[in-house]
């Protein structure tokens, strides 16, 4: 695509929930990387793929926080017994590779609210 | 650790002003350090990549500097216009594989017409 998609825009879910959030790089680009940016704060950074393999997952804030990449394409970021403190942007980026001269673009993110 | 701080965090300026934004980081060992913009409720577009061995880049009327033995940078937008309010983040790049951008906090600009 002509971008990095994420879906949904907006979610809104009920504590304890489970919620699936989707990235969609752009075609052709190995690295992907999820950051998550709550009201007032900076970029958090959350994990990052190269392929389909995750070697730096030391972002992910507890253990309900878990993410996926299939086909070095797709990536899901999966928020299981969501509390408030979820609440936040998520934000997704790919660039070509991992490397010092690559540049990374976003997504629009997903603005997740969790009441 | 890493750390990136950018002064000041709200900037207001009449339209046609330059300005100046800054960004400092702590650790000079960076491999790339890059400049963003956040419009509200937007994602991140991507302005300038600086990389450790460059000392600028230029786009338009944004220009930005690197001096990474001082661990500063700075983002100078000239001819300031309405359309240029937004926030403007800087990230580094802190290992080789670039597997992480550290972000500062952003710049919140307003530019009045």
């Known amino acids: 695509g002509a971008g990095v998609s994420q879906s949904p825009s907006n979610k809104v879910t009920e504590k304890g929930k489970d919620v699936e959030l989707r990235c969609d790089p752009i075609?052709?680009?190995?690295?992907l990387y999820w950051y998550r940016q709550r009201l007032g704060q900076g970029l958090e950074f959350l994990i990052y793929?190269?392929?389909?393999?995750?070697?730096?997952k030391s972002g992910l804030p507890s253990d309900r926080f878990s993410a996926e990449r299939t086909g070095e394409s797709v990536s899901t970021l999966t928020i299981q017994r969501t509390q408030q403190e979820d609440s936040a942007v998520y934000l997704c980026?790919?660039?070509?590779?991992?490397?010092?001269?690559?540049?990374?673009?976003f997504g629009q993110g997903t603005r997740l609210t969790v009441v | 650790k890493q750390e990136v701080t950018q002064i000041p965090a709200a900037l207001s300026v009449p339209e046609g002003e330059n300005l100046v934004l800054n960004c400092s980081f702590t650790?000079?060992?960076?491999?790339?350090l890059q400049w963003f913009r956040q419009d509200p409720g937007k994602g991140l577009t991507s302005l300038l990549l600086?990389?450790?061995?460059?000392r600028e880049q230029t786009s338009g009327r944004l220009n930005a500097s690197l001096d990474k033995s001082s661990g500063r940078s700075t983002l100078y937008i000239a001819a300031s216009q309405p359309g240029d309010s937004a926030t403007y983040l800087c990230?580094?790049?802190?290992?080789?594989?670039?597997?992480?951008?550290?972000f500062g906090k952003g710049t919140t600009l307003s530019v009045s017409s």
């Open positions: 075609s052709g680009h190995t690295a």
């Open positions: 650790d000079s060992a960076i491999y790339n």
């Open positions: 600086i990389q450790s061995s460059q």
């Open positions: 793929f190269q392929g389909n393999s995750a070697p730096d």
């Open positions: 980026a790919s660039s070509v590779r991992t490397g010092w001269n690559t540049e990374a673009f």
């Open positions: 990230a580094v790049s802190v290992n080789q594989a670039g597997t992480a951008l550290i």
